[in-house]
């Protein structure tokens, strides 16, 4: 037994199978019946399972070989078991991943489909390659291999996640796809096409491999790849062609399985010929040898490595790494950059393209060497990153004339590029790209004219006519205008406004006149869908010509005027009346709230008035008359509100059913009456949303059990969020908030730590934290900022930051929000672009931003444009940040979600702050600052 220890190979042969771990995944059969069931995903699954573990094939020990199939293989059970195997695979094994099941595209991402998955909302029920990026990317195994066997895998495996590119000091991150792309992953009456062949591998009934029992990943996908195609060759054109594909990266051609029989066997032979004696002194002279070797080779090969660096892209980004290719060791190689530098900005003929390296010597500047590997379009986009727009706008511009109209692709993209750094001696050539049929060349030269000469842009965008086919364009460009707002600002809005009368016009040119502080035509606002009158109200309050007070007080005029009109009249009164007077109440309830519009009942001597409820049950009893009780629900509960809201001693109330089965009642109350608005019944299918909506206007703590209850029940998530709010508001002591994490919507998980916390907010702290590494708690950084009251609150926030967190994308978006300069600098200033990226998109919330970026400018690769760029980011927050400051408060919510709404442009940090500026001063939040 010590000479089978030390003979070349039996290291493989008696430990591989302990430093290898798997999930397997198999699915047949699926819960939503919209999915065709499979037959032999699940018994290949357990098959393969079976050949991992046995103990005369590649010995993999049983606790390291998780198999789940059908019905255990939900969302619930699979992603957990891969975060376990992700979490304890150590630096010196390796993982292995198989699904076999069906796969879809979703938005965004590819979903591998489970046993629980629901068609109609894949993006939730799947397994997505967003969720498996955020499981593997802290993976520690040296080795990992995803192997996929489902229609459409490619999409997954041609557009490997983040993870999948990044070798870095690990052996192979693999993802192996049963087929293309745009091909199909098939099952005979044999099993299936792909995975038989690769379970006579693994069981050693097929050898692939000039050694015996040991199977590199080459020689698999080489052998995987002609089984198949010699299979649907055999089959005279029944099935359709499929090819095994792969996406990743490795360092050497890895050993993937070792089949421990065949191994032995070798070794057995080994024993036969050579006496321990022998080998002994063999293996003694070759350590000696090796040895030797190490120390006089060391020095020059650490020479190698530090006098070279090497390009590679991927395809998302392109990354400068410094050391030499296929070589690794002391630290090698060091990525020193990536840069978000996609394939369509090669060269078609650069080394890069066809997944090689570039290497270069250090004596030559990495910006000449990338340099020379792009297209003309990526060299302009190069020399904006370094600073030179001139030049990047001359590259351009000779691009656009070399390419010409056989490409129309890279003349679209140079055409962009030459846009966006053209100057004012450019007005013409853009005008003219401003006709152009390309929507995005249109785009970048509408904004380009706003920048250097507004109406020309104003004209151009009217030349192009106010047709709905131009209407995306038009919208798009109303985020360029600036102000000051002048005549021609105002001409082209109040034409847009007139020929796009469609709702979600309304709100961009809205949030444009706001922006802009233009005051344009109101007709044309009011004739809007009621659901923007709110907005409408805020904008002529604030820039329509009348002040926030007379404007309340004039809405509430016509209120009451209208309300004695339909109350004193016939049906035709009604029926004109009360659509009137639903848009007028719209109003009023965004305005600050002005005395009520029912006259107050009046005692004693003198003859009594109508009460407001009276008034109301005559309004109800009216609609009545011209219609079913049930109808014009929404109408009725927004009056109630807008009662409810302006009318002192007027409240709403719940009333819980008095035996189960029986409806719920929401109601008006003044003193002793009450008049009930809407009945609804309470149980697991839905709640009126428009009972939700005026359970928003109880103001009695005493509601607080039925509000609960009501909480309880099957609502939308945001409505639920919405009631969780005003137990909030209301001050009711928190009740346990776990039953409403199952949803995993982030508003309404917002919302129940902040409950929590109004009542505990160092245990809602707490509780949040302990989620950092949970896939689903994608709410932590909006949470967190609603929750940081104070320097100890910070202090709490950054200690769990420092332990560890395997999700980089959330521990740097949460470093960022909550960090010191330096460890924000050090993000910005990181090589990894992904990481950039996130730390830019969340520092707009700090308000030391250009603080932060003068820290880690010295770090940077490009720091000129680095400077410029964050010098515009913090001139666009504060302009954002000074509207908000001038917005009176009652008036700030309707305002920022007419920003949030309609602002694309917005970054993740910007619009946290907009929230929580918000809340601030509506709620209170952050919870318990000064």
Same mark, same amino acid.
């Given at each position: 037994?010590?000479?089978?220890?030390?003979?070349?190979?039996?290291?493989?042969?008696?430990?591989?199978?302990?430093?290898?771990?798997?999930?397997?995944?198999?699915?047949?059969?699926?819960?939503?019946?919209?999915?065709?069931?499979?037959?032999?995903?699940?018994?290949?699954?357990?098959?393969?399972?079976?050949?991992?573990?046995?103990?005369?094939?590649?010995?993999?020990?049983?606790?390291?070989?998780?198999?789940?199939?059908?019905?255990?293989?939900?969302?619930?059970?699979?992603?957990?078991?891969?975060?376990?195997?992700?979490?304890?695979?150590?630096?010196?094994?390796?993982?292995?991943?198989?699904?076999?099941?069906?796969?879809?595209?979703?938005?965004?991402?590819?979903?591998?489909?489970?046993?629980? !998955?629901?068609?109609?909302?894949?993006?939730?029920?799947?397994? !997505?390659?967003?969720?498996?990026?955020?499981?593997?990317?802290?993976?520690?195994?040296?080795?990992?291999?995803?192997?996929?066997?489902?229609?459409?895998?490619?999409?997954?495996?041609?557009?490997?996640?983040?993870?999948?590119?990044?070798?870095?000091?690990?052996?192979?991150?693999?993802?192996?796809?049963?087929?293309?792309?745009?091909?199909?992953?098939?099952?005979?009456?044999?099993?299936?096409? @792909?995975?038989?062949?690769?379970?006579?591998?693994?069981?050693?009934?097929?050898?692939?491999?000039?050694? #015996?029992?040991?199977?590199?990943?080459?020689?698999?996908?080489?052998?995987?790849?002609?089984?198949?195609?010699?299979?649907?060759? &055999?089959?005279?054109?029944?099935?359709?062609?499929?090819?095994?594909?792969?996406?990743?990266?490795?360092?050497?051609?890895?050993?993937?399985?070792?089949?421990?029989?065949?191994?032995?066997?070798?070794? %057995?032979?080994?024993?036969?010929?050579?006496?321990?004696?022998?080998?002994?002194?063999?293996?003694?002279?070759?350590?000696?040898?090796?040895?030797?070797?190490?120390?006089?080779?060391?020095?020059?090969?650490?020479?190698?490595?530090?006098?070279?660096? @090497?390009?590679?892209?991927?395809?998302?980004?392109?990354?400068?790494?410094?050391?030499?290719?296929?070589?690794?060791?002391?630290?090698?190689?060091?990525?020193?950059?990536?840069?978000?530098?996609?394939?369509?900005?090669?060269? #078609?003929?650069?080394?890069?393209?066809?997944?090689?390296?570039?290497?270069?010597?250090?004596?030559?500047?990495?910006?000449?060497?990338?340099?020379?590997?792009?297209?003309?379009?990526?060299?302009?986009?190069?020399?904006?990153?370094?600073?030179?727009? +001139?030049?990047?706008?001359?590259?351009?511009?000779?691009?656009? /004339?070399?390419?010409?109209?056989?490409?129309?692709?890279?003349?679209?993209?140079?055409?962009?590029?030459?846009?966006?750094?053209?100057?004012?001696? /450019?007005?013409? #050539?853009?005008?003219?790209?401003?006709?152009?049929?390309?929507?995005?060349?249109?785009?970048?030269?509408?904004?380009?004219?706003?920048?250097?000469?507004?109406?020309?842009?104003?004209?151009?965008?009217?030349?192009?006519? =106010?047709?709905?086919?131009?209407?995306?364009?038009?919208? &798009?460009?109303?985020?360029?205008?600036?102000?000051?707002?002048?005549?021609?600002?105002?001409?082209?809005?109040?034409? =847009?406004?007139?020929?796009?009368?469609?709702?979600?016009?309304?709100?961009?040119?809205?949030?444009?006149?706001?922006?802009?502080?233009?005051?344009?035509?109101?007709?044309?606002?009011?004739?809007?869908?009621?659901?923007?009158?709110?907005?409408?109200?805020?904008?002529?309050?604030?820039?329509?010509?009348?002040?926030?007070?007379?404007?309340? *007080?004039?809405?509430?005029?016509?209120?009451?005027?209208?309300?004695?009109?339909?109350?004193?009249?016939?049906?035709?009164?009604?029926?004109?009346?009360?659509?009137?007077?639903?848009?007028?109440?719209?109003?009023?309830?965004?305005?600050?709230?002005?005395?009520?519009?029912?006259?107050?009942?009046?005692?004693?001597?003198?003859?009594?008035?109508?009460?407001?409820?009276?008034?109301?049950?005559?309004?109800?009893?009216?609609?009545?008359?011209?219609?079913?009780?049930?109808?014009?629900?929404?109408?009725?509960?927004?009056?109630?509100?807008?009662?409810?809201?302006?009318? *002192?001693?007027?409240?709403?109330?719940?009333?819980?059913?008095?035996?189960?089965?029986?409806?719920?009642?929401?109601?008006?109350?003044?003193?002793?009456?009450?008049?009930?608005?809407?009945?609804?019944?309470?149980?697991?299918?839905?709640?009126?949303?428009?009972?939700?909506?005026?359970?928003?206007?109880?103001?009695?703590?005493?509601?607080?059990?039925?509000?609960?209850?009501?909480?309880?029940? &099957?609502?939308?998530?945001?409505?639920?969020?919405?009631?969780?709010?005003?137990?909030?508001?209301?001050?009711?002591?928190?009740?346990?908030?776990?039953?409403?994490?199952?949803?995993?919507?982030?508003?309404?998980?917002? $919302?129940?730590?902040?409950?929590?916390?109004?009542?505990?907010? $160092?245990?809602?702290?707490?509780?949040?934290?302990?989620?950092?590494?949970?896939?689903?708690?994608?709410?932590?950084?909006?949470?967190?900022?609603?929750?940081?009251?104070?320097?100890?609150?910070?202090?709490?926030?950054?200690?769990?930051?420092?332990?560890?967190?395997?999700?980089?994308?959330?521990?740097?978006?949460?470093?960022?929000?909550?960090?010191?300069?330096?460890?924000?600098?050090?993000?910005?200033?990181?090589?990894?672009?992904?990481?950039?990226?996130?730390?830019?998109?969340?520092?707009?919330? %700090?308000?030391?931003?250009?603080?932060?970026?003068?820290?880690?400018?010295?770090?940077?690769?490009?720091?000129? =444009? @680095?400077?410029?760029?964050?010098?515009?980011?913090?001139?666009?927050?504060?302009?954002?940040?000074?509207?908000?400051?001038? !917005?009176?408060?009652?008036?700030?919510?309707?305002?920022?979600?007419?920003?949030?709404?309609?602002?694309?442009?917005?970054?993740?940090?910007?619009?946290?702050?907009?929230?929580? $500026?918000?809340?601030?001063?509506?709620?209170?939040?952050?919870?318990?600052? +000064?």
């Amino acid at each position: 037994m010590v000479l089978t220890s030390m003979l070349s190979g039996s290291i493989q042969a008696t430990a591989f199978g302990d430093l290898t771990r798997a999930v397997l995944v198999g699915v047949s059969n699926f819960e939503d019946k919209a999915f065709r069931e499979l037959k032999a995903c699940a018994p290949e699954t357990e098959r393969l399972g079976a050949a991992l573990t046995d103990p005369a094939g590649c010995r993999i020990p049983d606790q390291n070989v998780d198999v789940v199939v059908d019905a255990r293989a939900t969302l619930d059970q699979v992603i957990p078991l891969l975060q376990a195997a992700s979490s304890a695979a150590t630096p010196d094994q390796i993982l292995i991943i198989y699904f076999a099941g069906h796969g879809e595209k979703i938005e965004g991402g590819f979903g591998l489909i489970l046993h629980d !998955t629901r068609q109609a909302d894949l993006a939730r029920t799947a397994l !997505t390659s967003a969720q498996l990026d955020r499981i593997f990317s802290g993976c520690r195994a040296r080795g990992l291999l995803i192997i996929l066997d489902c229609c459409g895998g490619a999409a997954l495996a041609e557009n490997a996640p983040a993870f999948m590119q990044r070798v870095g000091q690990h052996d192979f991150r693999i993802l192996l796809s049963a087929s293309r792309v745009d091909q199909s992953s098939w099952e005979t009456s044999r099993g299936s096409v @792909f995975t038989k062949h690769l379970i006579d591998v693994v069981e050693g009934t097929t050898q692939v491999s000039a050694t #015996p029992g040991q199977v590199y990943f080459n020689d698999l996908l080489r052998h995987l790849r002609n089984s198949v195609a010699e299979e649907i060759a &055999n089959a005279g054109g029944e099935l359709p062609p499929q090819e095994p594909v792969f996406n990743g990266g490795y360092i050497d051609d890895p050993l993937i399985f070792v089949h421990t029989g065949e191994t032995l066997k070798q070794i %057995r032979v080994k024993v036969q010929r050579y006496s321990q004696s022998y080998v002994r002194a063999r293996i003694r002279f070759t350590i000696l040898l090796i040895v030797s070797l190490l120390l006089l080779g060391l020095g020059g090969f650490w020479l190698v490595l530090d006098q070279h660096y @090497f390009l590679q892209a991927g395809d998302r980004s392109t990354a400068v790494y410094h050391g030499y290719p296929g070589l690794s060791g002391l630290g090698y190689p060091k990525l020193l950059w990536a840069a978000e530098v996609q394939r369509n900005f090669l060269k #078609p003929d650069s080394p890069l393209v066809n997944n090689e390296t570039v290497v270069a010597r250090r004596t030559q500047p990495p910006f000449a060497t990338l340099l020379a590997e792009l297209s003309p379009a990526g060299q302009s986009m190069l020399w904006v990153w370094a600073g030179q727009k +001139e030049e990047a706008r001359r590259r351009a511009k000779a691009g656009m /004339d070399a390419v010409g109209a056989d490409r129309p692709n890279d003349w679209a993209e140079l055409a962009q590029l030459f846009a966006a750094n053209a100057t004012a001696a /450019d007005i013409a #050539p853009l005008e003219v790209l401003s006709r152009h049929q390309n929507v995005s060349v249109v785009q970048a030269a509408l904004r380009a004219l706003a920048r250097l000469k507004r109406t020309d842009a104003v004209e151009a965008l009217s030349r192009r006519g =106010f047709d709905m086919n131009q209407a995306g364009i038009h919208v &798009n460009a109303l985020k360029y205008w600036d102000r000051p707002c002048d005549d021609t600002l105002r001409d082209y809005l109040n034409k =847009f406004q007139r020929a796009m009368s469609y709702k979600q016009f309304v709100r961009a040119t809205l949030e444009t006149a706001l922006d802009t502080q233009c005051t344009i035509d109101l007709d044309p606002l009011l004739a809007a869908d009621r659901a923007y009158l709110g907005a409408v109200a805020t904008y002529w309050a604030t820039l329509g010509g009348e002040t926030p007070g007379a404007l309340a *007080k004039n809405i509430q005029g016509e209120i009451a005027v209208t309300i004695t009109r339909i109350a004193e009249g016939d049906h035709g009164v009604v029926q004109k009346g009360f659509p009137i007077l639903d848009r007028l109440v719209e109003m009023g309830l965004a305005l600050p709230k002005t005395d009520c519009p029912v006259p107050a009942t009046e005692t004693g001597s003198a003859p009594a008035r109508q009460s407001v409820i009276g008034r109301f049950r005559q309004l109800m009893a009216a609609l009545d008359g011209v219609s079913s009780p049930t109808a014009f629900r929404y109408e009725r509960t927004r009056l109630a509100a807008y009662l409810a809201a302006t009318c *002192k001693g007027v409240t709403v109330i719940l009333i819980p059913a008095e035996q189960p089965g029986a409806q719920w009642s929401i109601a008006l109350v003044q003193g002793t009456e009450q008049q009930i608005v809407m009945q609804f019944a309470f149980n697991s299918s839905n709640v009126p949303i428009d009972a939700i909506q005026l359970a928003e206007y109880i103001t009695a703590p005493d509601q607080a059990a039925p509000l609960q209850e009501l909480a309880a029940g &099957n609502l939308d998530a945001y409505w639920k969020s919405r009631i969780l709010r005003k137990l909030r508001l209301l001050k009711v002591p928190a009740a346990p908030i776990n039953p409403f994490f199952s949803r995993g919507e982030v508003e309404l998980q917002v $919302e129940a730590y902040l409950w929590q916390a109004s009542s505990d907010h $160092e245990g809602a702290l707490r509780a949040a934290l302990a989620r950092l590494n949970d896939p689903t708690a994608e709410f932590l950084p909006a949470l967190l900022t609603l929750l940081d009251k104070d320097e100890s609150s910070r202090a709490v926030i950054m200690r769990a930051l420092a332990g560890a967190v395997s999700d980089e994308t959330r521990r740097t978006a949460l470093i960022t929000l909550f960090g010191t300069k330096d460890q924000v600098a050090e993000r910005l200033a990181s090589p990894q672009s992904e990481i950039r990226a996130v730390a830019i998109d969340y520092l707009q919330f %700090r308000d030391d931003l250009l603080d932060v970026a003068a820290v880690a400018q010295p770090a940077l690769v490009m720091p000129t =444009f @680095f400077s410029a760029n964050f010098t515009n980011i913090a001139f666009h927050r504060s302009r954002i940040r000074a509207d908000l400051a001038s !917005t009176p408060d009652w008036a700030i919510a309707v305002r920022s979600k007419l920003m949030l709404d309609t602002r694309n442009d917005l970054s993740s940090g910007l619009r946290l702050w907009i929230d929580r $500026e918000t809340r601030r001063r509506t709620e209170g939040l952050p919870l318990g600052s +000064e």
